[in-house]
């Protein structure tokens, strides 16, 4: 391997090394088990500092592009392997495209940033653990547990939170529910029926159409590009604000701390004020730092975290969980208590084992991977849209946002989409209030294979084009 | 086998029958795997009319004391299965007093009406249709399911309840979800806010609590010997009746087909008027004809049916159901649909093929047989009690209540029996309004063993005595 560095060329130098590398990789010049140089013989032969090899490695590392083996360094990993190259048969999931190779141009190629990738599913993990469970099971198992959930995942589960979310709990106050739609029935029942909310505009839709059916009265908030604008709130008249901050919904924006604060402190002004914190999709983020969950930075015990494992592991994992602040925990234990958990034990355990033994752990990071070069690549299909199109969103998640710099109605991108067998999502869809048409559009990428992302890419470059 | 009739002694032909045969096999005279005569062989022998010894042998077989045996004839059964001699150890649940044998002093006896037998469990199959349906599973099961529950589990529900309850309906009136409280929530939400709710006095606390979390006005309603008092419904102003007609808790009062008919007629006089239907534990009934569902009589759509898998199967099993009438299932589908399935899809499968392949009738005809013994043997032993109390809801159901006839309280009976190391419930425990100390007490047995029983009721009886 050799290369050329160009001190002053475009990017630093540590992107440098690393894009020449993955460029190799991808070309086939670096082929799959080959050794690469010691990050010290690198840096020593290209004259830079090593922890600048040692970067560029670790990105490479974190993004599948080549693999560590202990004691031994760093090779080059088989392509093959990556998620748009041709994906083995078999378990490929309804809810993917990646079941219609060679892409026909029949099928139509559906952008949902619903969707998420089930071909990564450790299905062997899973029926393994299961066959242990029931096999250590006594009828204890098959027995009605604790309305909360059973003590030992809910730990599993604070621990998890505090780790990779920095959430602050104890196991105490984490309910398991199957699902966030029940959890949030539950939280009703919680929070009683006087509660006035606000929501972001656009927000997840379903969100609000639950809130909708609890006939909470429903305020609508604008952002900005830092998210909720939370100096409307005051005049709002709310007791509870539902937000997104690590990655709102649809449009990509990460909450700063400055605007968390400003959002916590209204809570703190007065009593009865809670924050709902819904953290779908906190798992996957691939550029800047981890940002941490709302509720660690909440010192007034105002903060209500939702989570789940249905984007990180399965839909049909029925498992989700709120954290509730001290004061609400009171209550719930007072008055809702005897509502019977929703998760048999049976999956509860399943789902603690997966937990505890590393291997959720290990198939975040497998996922990550794999969405982290969905994502690139979408991102390098994208480069000749930016002409016409701004785009947000990008940091993390599996959708990212278009937006029609000359200001085509969304309507227009989605049924010029259509006609070429393509699903894209009007930004719309997601706005709540009397919503004018607006210029942009979802692209998830989730459930998509590298491959029908590249055909529908090309689609939408018929589609749109002038 | 000889045995003398005597056409003018005590009880009809065929109890004679029953009974001398039962009481030969219970005292080991007639040995398990013995061959009994055949039923044309003894009638002759007996000169009694062929259809009485069938009979009296039916009776034996629902019981257990007897088995057929295709093609060969009646063989006595071994009474070493029957659950009240000792149980195997490993598989007794928490929730059972059959861990602790044998029974010292120190041991509390638990009468819990909630209980039930968790030894019966069928672990080997639910193990069985769980590796089958995880080694068939495709990503598909893992994904997002139907918001009802998959369609085949419905149609499975549908079937079962139409043969066994005879409870009409098309799959898509049938809702699937994890647990009564989670179906009592979404019901909520279909029913709306302004929903005035009677009930019966006494009734099942649990339900109770939760309308009460609705913030549901409850009207409570007496009961005589048929039920809950319609006549009275009218004066209450109420648009919702939540009712067991088949078995009514605590008080285990079946509610006979002209009571029925007068909650049909109150339900179809006003429109938006609907009966709740609990139908907790019709699986087990152990004397008379069995009783259909009240929803089986209705003619007007008024009827919402609740059911489950806890009692029947296992309490993990985290599987109850609605059935709509169409007048609210298309409420639902318009203003509920989107609410996701709590059970996940997996679980679904397991049990879909747990009852398709008639795993679930073999497993209620073995229960039915365990707690029907258990029913019988605490029966016998509270002969010595009914010169002291009255004995009612005997007919089926897991518990029985005993009334003093002296009007001892409640409180006092429960207080002695706790002295004795034994627990009792109190039927003010399930009334609603400010209770009247009643004289009267439940007695779960579904729970408990065979030794534990009679255990039990020897320290009652020390309790108790004057």
């Given amino acids: 391997m050799t290369f050329q ?7 630093c130098l540590y992107e440098q090394i690393y894009e020449h590398i993955r460029k190799e990789i991808k070309e086939g010049k670096l082929l799959a088990g080959e050794r690469l140089p ?10 830079v500092a090593r922890s600048t090899v040692d970067y560029a ?20 990993c088989a392509l093959e392997e990556m998620p748009w190259t041709e994906e083995p048969g078999g378990e490929t999931g309804a809810q993917t495209q990646s079941g219609v190779p060679p892409l026909s141009g029949e099928g139509v190629i ?46 599993t589960i ?39 909310i606000a929501m972001e505009n656009p927000t997840y839709k379903r969100s609000y159409r639950i809130f909708q059916s609890f006939s909470y009265p429903i305020s609508t908030v604008d952002m900005d590009e830092w998210g909720m604008r939370a100096d409307r709130l005051e005049r709002e008249n709310v007791s509870a604000v539902y937000v997104m901050p690590s990655h709102q919904f649809p449009t990509g924006t990460v909450m700063p701390i400055g605007r968390r604060m400003e959002l916590l402190r209204w809570a703190a002004r007065e009593p009865e004020r809670y924050l709902i914190e819904d953290d779908y999709d906190s798992e996957f983020r691939f550029r800047g730092k981890p940002i941490p969950a709302l509720q660690a ?32 925990l009171e209550k719930y234990l007072r008055e809702c208590g005897f509502y019977s958990c929703t998760v048999s034990r049976i999956d509860q355990s399943i789902l603690d084992e997966f937990i505890r033994e590393g291997y959720f752990e290990r198939h975040l990071n497998k996922m990550r991977k794999i969405y982290r070069a969905k994502h690139e690549l979408l991102l390098n299909l994208l480069q000749p849209f930016r002409e016409e199109f701004d785009i947000s969103g990008e940091n993390a998640g599996l959708h990212l946002v278009l937006t029609s710099r000359g200001g085509s109605a969304e309507r227009e991108l989605v049924r010029r989409a259509a006609e070429q067998g393509v699903r894209v999502y009007g930004l719309s869809e997601s706005m709540v209030e009397e919503a004018p048409d607006s210029a942009s559009v979802l692209l998830g990428f989730g459930g998509l294979s590298g491959a029908a992302i590249q055909e529908g890419m090309e689609r939408l470059g018929q589609a749109w084009k002038q």
Same sequence: chains 1, 2.
């Fill in 5 to 11: 560095l160009h001190p002053e060329g475009s990017g």
């Fill in 297 to 328: 930075s909440d010192r007034h015990g105002r903060v209500i975290y939702l989570g789940t494992f249905s984007k990180a592991i399965a839909p049909a994992i029925r498992v989700s969980f709120l954290v509730l602040p001290e004061s609400l």
């Fill in 57 to 76: 490695y670790g990105q490479l590392l974190s993004e599948g592009y080549i693999e560590s083996r202990p004691c031994k360094g760093y090779y080059a």
């Fill in 158 to 196: 604070s621990r998890y939170l505090h780790s990779s979310r920095g959430v602050n709990c104890r196991p105490e106050q984490v309910i398991v529910g199957a699902g966030n739609d029940y959890l949030l029935l539950l939280l009703e029942k919680i929070l009683g029926r006087h509660v006035r």
């Fill in 110 to 155: 559906d952008f949902s940033p619903y969707d998420i990738d089930m071909t990564g599913f450790p299905f062997s993990v899973w029926k393994k653990i299961t066959k242990h469970i029931l096999t250590c099971a006594n009828s204890d198992l098959f027995a009605r547990g604790e309305a909360q959930g059973d003590y030992g995942l809910r730990l």
């Fill in 38 to 47: 010691s990050t010290r013989a690198l840096a020593e032969y290209l004259q």
